[in-house]
């Protein structure tokens, strides 16, 4: 019987050291207890490095199944020996319960935030139609002036048609008034010609006179001379 507790015994030990091969680099938990301590050994008559709060994560690196302590090293880069049964695979309850209402708390406000969400979304749509009426008067407003435009341009070129028209008779009207002034100062030359020409008739039988009629006395009175 004695030699069978001590293979078991022995078998157990192994089991120990190859399960401490496979955790070695696996996180665990100090249980949900105030505070535990980190020492220097595996003992309890080892030195005390610091205090773990409950809930600290450690890094397993060496189980000592022996002694019931396991080496760890913190997050802050410590290591030390803690006892095995401080440790949990799993966290702490309380703070699986923290993590439960943080989770809580933030499915709410992600509730809340996609209410907040969708309240933004309605009141963006509300502007946005708005701003489409808004765009579409302006848009007709627009239509109408353009449609004001196109019928003054047309006017304006009916009307610049019409100048075209007009310029063309003012040219040919002043074409027509140079020409009758041009016939009226031939005119005027050929009437002042026709003066002249007169003039000088006038001028010329006034001339003319006055060389015959002296002659035609002095030989009436050498006649009536002759009959004495």
């Known amino acids: 019987m004695k030699k069978y507790n001590k293979v078991a015994v022995s078998v157990f030990l192994m089991y120990c050291s190859l399960h401490a091969g496979l955790v070695s680099a696996a996180t665990q938990y100090v249980s949900d207890q105030l505070e535990v301590t980190l020492r220097r050994g595996p003992t309890l008559s080892h030195a005390v490095l610091r205090m773990l709060k409950s809930g600290a994560a450690v890094e397993v690196l060496e189980v000592d199944a022996a002694s019931g302590h396991t080496r760890v090293k913190t997050s802050s880069g410590v290591e030390g020996w803690i006892l095995s049964r401080y440790l949990s695979t799993e966290p702490t309850a309380r703070m699986q319960l923290e993590k439960m209402l943080k989770d809580m708390n933030h499915a709410a406000n992600n509730d809340q935030s996609v209410v907040a969400q969708l309240k933004t979304i309605h009141g963006e749509y509300d502007n946005a139609s708005k701003r489409i009426a808004q765009l579409e008067g302006q848009n007709k407003q627009l239509e109408q002036q353009?449609?004001?435009?196109?019928?003054?341009?047309?006017?304006?070129?009916?009307?610049?048609?019409?100048?075209?028209?007009?310029?063309?008779?003012?040219?040919?009207?002043?074409?027509?008034?140079?020409?009758?002034?041009?016939?009226?100062?031939?005119?005027?030359?050929?009437?002042?010609?026709?003066?002249?020409?007169?003039?000088?008739?006038v001028l010329v039988s006034g001339l003319i006179l006055g060389l015959i009629v002296p002659h035609l006395g002095r030989r009436r009175n050498s006649r009536y001379g002759d009959f004495g």
């Open 146 to 201: 353009l449609a004001s435009i196109k019928q003054t341009a047309a006017n304006v070129l009916a009307v610049d048609e019409e100048n075209k028209k007009m310029r063309q008779k003012l040219a040919a009207s002043e074409d027509r008034l140079n020409a009758l002034q041009m016939e009226n100062v031939e005119l005027q030359s050929d009437k002042n010609k026709d003066w002249f020409f007169a003039g000088a008739i």
